[in-house]
Nanobody, 124 residues
Framework: QVQLVESGGGLVQAGGSLRLSCAAS????????MGWFRQAPGKEREFVAA????????YYAASVKGRFTISRDNAKNTVYLQMNSLKPEDTAVYCC?????????????????WGQGTQVTVSS
């Protein structure tokens, strides 16, 4: 089992920044690839960013590339999402997830443990 707890969400004006954190416990965090996803009201969950267990591989959705940065600290069992130049369309519940069965992926169904999520609201 892996438990994931996100924090750092909130209300921010367009152009502002937030840093999300996802603290993991349970199985050995450093062995697994991690991802961030988001879901806006009335929309499907979508991929945001992912980083491999070693940190050597990173993926970003086209909509956030150049604005968001995913990082991880294996010593602290934590993955981060630094979000800059936020836009109203970034408003969503952001969840972190871990895949224990596949390598780094952009697909929702490849991830088998999920956090509860943290709300990010960007006002115009």
């Amino acid at each position: 089992q892996v438990q994931l707890v996100e924090s750092g969400g909130g209300l921010v004006q367009a152009g502002g920044s937030l840093r999300l954190s996802c603290a993991a416990s349970g199985r050995t965090f450093r062995n697994y690839d991690m991802g961030w996803f988001r879901q806006a009201p009335g929309k499907e969950r979508e991929f945001v960013a992912a980083k491999s267990s070693s940190g050597s591989n990173t993926y970003y959705a086209a909509s956030v590339k150049g604005r968001f940065t995913i990082s991880r600290d294996n010593a602290k069992n934590t993955v981060y999402l630094q979000m800059n130049s936020l836009k109203p369309e970034d408003t969503a519940v952001y969840c972190c997830a871990v895949t224990t069965t596949t390598s780094i992926s952009t697909r929702v169904f490849d991830y088998d443990y999920w956090g509860q999520g943290t709300q990010v609201t960007v006002s115009s």
